[in-house]
């Protein structure tokens, strides 16, 4: 069982930066996968970025490629998300994932452990 708590969401204006975290509970953190998500009103939620257990692949959406940084550090049991060059159509709750065994890892279907959300918005 893991317990994710998403913080560092907030408003700023477009061109800002932030960066998002992800705390983890349990020992088996470094052993996840981990993942953000985001869901815009009225919209599906979508992948945003992953990583692998080592941190040694990141993976990326097509719309944040470029603009946003996924990374993680396990002796913190800590997940990021750097944000830079934001845009209002970023503005959405953002989420984070976690799963031992996932494989398609831009499903959110393949996640099973989420965190509550934190909410970003993106003024023009």
């Known amino acids: 069982q893991v317990q994710l708590i998403e913080s560092g969401g907030g408003l700023v204006q477009a061109g800002g930066s932030l960066r998002l975290s992800c705390a983890a509970s349990?020992?088996?953190?470094?052993?996840?996968?981990m993942g953000w998500f985001r869901q815009a009103p009225g919209k599906e939620r979508e992948f945003v970025a992953a990583?692998?257990?080592?941190?040694?692949?990141?993976y990326y959406g097509d719309s944040v490629k470029g603009r946003l940084t996924i990374s993680r550090d396990n002796a913190k049991n800590t997940l990021y998300l750097q944000m830079n060059s934001l845009k209002p159509e970023d503005t959405a709750v953002y989420y984070c994932?976690?799963?031992?065994?996932?494989?398609?890892?831009?499903?959110?279907?393949?996640?099973?452990?989420w965190g509550q959300g934190t909410q970003v918005t993106v003024s023009s």
């Open positions: 994932a976690a799963d031992p065994t996932v494989q398609a890892v831009r499903l959110r279907e393949a996640y099973r452990y």
């Open positions: 349990g020992r088996t953190f470094g052993t996840y996968t």
């Open positions: 990583i692998s257990w080592d941190g040694g692949r990141t």
